[in-house]
């Protein structure tokens, strides 16, 4: 199993990115996926997260992203997404995704299968 993601760059405050985790190696919706993320300084933190198909694709988030941030899936391309917008300077960080057989984790010693990550700069 082998997760890369993409998509990441430098944004303006108040602009919009669409990140992308695309699987190798077993189906996207196999497992649960979360997003989580890393500023300077700080520990990682929880940003988002889907259910396996299994569990009917249910999608969770952080309060700090809830109404901005859109996790979701697409199994033809085999690839989760995490659609961002309206971001602030708290969204400059590197994005990982990761999997999971736990539904609606939200620490990342839960997630044994991580990708190598992407930054993402908001400039204000």
């Known amino acids: 199993v082998q997760l890369v993601e993409s998509g990441g760059g430098l944004v303006q405050a108040g602009g919009s990115l669409r990140l992308s985790c695309a699987a190798s190696?077993?189906?996207?919706?196999?497992?649960?996926t979360g997003w989580f993320r890393q500023a300077p300084g700080k520990e990682r933190e929880f940003v988002a997260g889907?259910?396996?198909?299994?569990?009917?694709?249910?999608?969770h988030y952080a309060d700090s992203v809830k109404g901005r941030f859109t996790i979701s899936r697409d199994n033809a391309q085999n690839t989760v997404y995490l659609q961002m917008n309206d971001q602030n300077s708290e969204a400059t960080a590197v994005y990982s995704c990761a999997d999971t057989y736990n539904d609606l984790a939200t620490t990342d010693t839960a997630y044994p299968v991580w990708g190598q990550g992407t930054q993402v700069t908001v400039s204000s």
């Open positions: 190696g077993r189906g996207v919706n196999e497992f649960s």
């Open positions: 889907i259910t396996w198909a299994g569990s009917g694709g249910v999608t």
